[in-house]
Nanobody, 114 residues
Framework: QVQLVESGGGLVQPGGSLRLSCAAS????????MGWYRQAPGKQRELVAS???????YYADSVKGRFTISRDNAKNTVYLQMNSLKPEDTAVYYC????????WGQGTQVTVSS
């Protein structure tokens, strides 16, 4: 079993920045993927970014050049640095840990608004 605890969400103005953190604990495998999904009001959940423990990184086209996913494998923690935030980035952001099965964080609200 894996448990995920997210933090770092909040309210920010357009053009601002936030950094999300997600710490995993429990039965962590050495080979795994951690990432971030988001779900905006009235929309389906979408994959924002993910990073494998071996280094493979994925970004959704909508966030390329603005968001950076990073990992501290020693701490089993994944981060999402979000820069140049736009109102359309407003969503609940969910952390994902996956090895043989997927585990989800509780979600953290990111609101980009003036």
């Amino acid at each position: 079993q894996v448990q995920l605890v997210e933090s770092g969400g909040g309210l920010v103005q357009p053009g601002g920045s936030l950094r999300l953190s997600c710490a995993a604990s429990g039965s962590i495998r050495s080979s795994n993927t951690m990432g971030w999904y988001r779900q905006a009001p009235g929309k389906q959940r979408e994959l924002v970014a993910s990073k494998h423990s071996g280094g493979y990184t994925y970004y959704a086209d909508s966030v390329k050049g603005r968001f950076t996913i990073s990992r501290d494998n020693a701490k089993n923690t994944v981060y999402l640095q979000m820069n140049s935030l736009k109102p359309e980035d407003t969503a609940v952001y969910y952390c994902l840990y996956g090895d043989y099965q997927d585990y989800w964080g509780q979600g953290t609200q990111v609101t980009v608004s003036s």
